[in-house]
């Protein structure tokens, strides 16, 4: 049997300039020191530090499996390293993530995001790779169900035999902390029930029945994990492409339509989601909009190979940048019309999310004060 290759995607909001923008170049560094050293010790095969906005993104592959204790000590012990400079230059948020000061042997459940998959390497192994930032958990559902269960986005779903036989999804329960497994296209409207709730319902994994994981997102909920607002869950997301699989045009698709996605400003408001470059991803109106970049990679070997040029050390990758294009300048007008629309609304939904959902609010206060002047209809 061929050895399995894990990639392992790990992002979390340690610090960032002048209020949620982007992490200091100096944080990056001392990260990437972390991650060049474990490769060094044989842990890792390969890495590449990147950010979405205000985070940043640790990209990672080895052989050790999911969940694997010393692959995300590492990336604790890098995003603390990252998060000491970040307080050394008094940077916002400094370490908001970080819900421990201890690592406990996985950093799912301390603040970290984490999305990580294993599998054995087909002969040619495309790989796009998600980051998002001013959303929740679930922002990745809508793209999901168009990529792997709706024919019109992704043809090969009719005309590939490979992907003909459908997928299983694993959908998460974010508040009860529960999840299922359902098949498409079988249970498809059951699926779409459930994903239709974006305040509670999520997808965390995507099965091929013949060639296996084909797309994992992470779906912590930090509110949920804290007990109090420490930030958004700004969700990432792996999706393996092409032979059997859908392609990476069919992947992309979904991301035209600027859906409206919560967790933008406060972790409050809706907004629509604008795909842009990683470097056009400072959040520059209103603490947005809501951003998602998406990389453009090749596994070989366990290493991470992008548009370099051969021989370049592990961690100097250069991935292809699939919303850098100026074709996706009529997707960021019509998000930014969009997300301009729903601030619009100022405190009233459906420009706000529900009670519920709200990240910071006074209405117990306020009603607390006003009850003794509250009385009966008549």
């Known amino acids: 049997m061929t050895e399995k290759i894990t990639v392992s995607l790990i992002k979390a909001d340690v610090g960032s300039i002048a209020g949620h923008s982007r992490p200091h170049p100096k944080m990056m560094q001392v990260a990437g020191e972390h991650l060049v050293k474990a490769v060094l010790d044989g842990l890792l095969i390969d890495y590449y530090v990147t950010r979405c906005g205000d985070d940043m993104q640790l990209l990672m592959t080895h052989r050790n499996g999911e969940n694997h204790k010393d692959v995300h000590k590492v990336a604790w012990n890098a995003f603390m390293a990252a998060a000491q400079e970040a307080k050394k ?11 421990s000061d201890a690592f406990s042997g996985n950093v799912r459940g301390m603040g ?12 040619t192994e495309p790989m796009l790779v998600f980051m998002a930032d001013k959303c929740g958990p679930s922002a990745y559902s809508l793209p999901i169900s168009r990529i792997f269960m709706d024919a019109f986005t992704t043809t090969g779903l ?3 035999p490979r992907a003909h036989i459908g997928y299983d999804l694993e959908v998460v329960d974010v508040v009860d902390h529960k999840s299922v497994i359902m098949s498409s296209p079988a249970e498809m409207y059951d699926i779409l029930a459930l994903l239709g709730d974006t305040t509670r319902f999520a997808v965390k994994r995507v099965m091929h029945r013949d060639i296996g994981v084909a797309a994992v997102v992470s779906t912590e909920k930090l509110n949920m994990l804290a007990g109090k607002y420490v930030g958004k869950d700004d969700p990432v997301m792996l999706v393996r492409c092409q032979s059997g699989l859908p392609a990476v045009g069919e992947v992309l698709q979904p991301f035209a339509f600027p859906a409206l996605v919560a967790g933008w400003m406060r972790g409050s408001h809706y907004g629509a989601w604008y795909p842009c470059a990683v470097a056009d991803s400072d959040p520059t109106y209103h603490d947005g909009p809501p951003r998602v970049c998406s990389l453009g990679i090749q596994i070989n070997n366990g290493r991470i190979q992008g548009a370099e040029a051969p021989g370049l050390k592990p961690g100097e990758h250069s991935p292809i940048d699939y919303f850098a294009g100026h074709e996706w300048d009529i997707v960021r007008n019509r998000a930014m019309e969009m997300s301009m629309y729903m601030r619009g609304h100022g405190p009233f939904m459906p420009g706000i999310v529900s009670p519920d959902e709200l990240e910071y609010t006074t209405r117990p206060e306020v009603l607390k004060k006003l009850e003794p002047r509250m009385k009966p209809l008549e």
Not at 90 to 98: C, R, T, V
Request: charged residues 25%; hydrophobic residues 50%.
């Open 89 to 99: 230059m008094h940077l916002y948020a400094a370490g908001q993530d970080l819900l």
């Open 112 to 123: 970290p995001g984490a999305a990580e998959m294993e599998f054995v390497e087909r002969p």
């Open 158 to 160: 009719v005309i590939d």
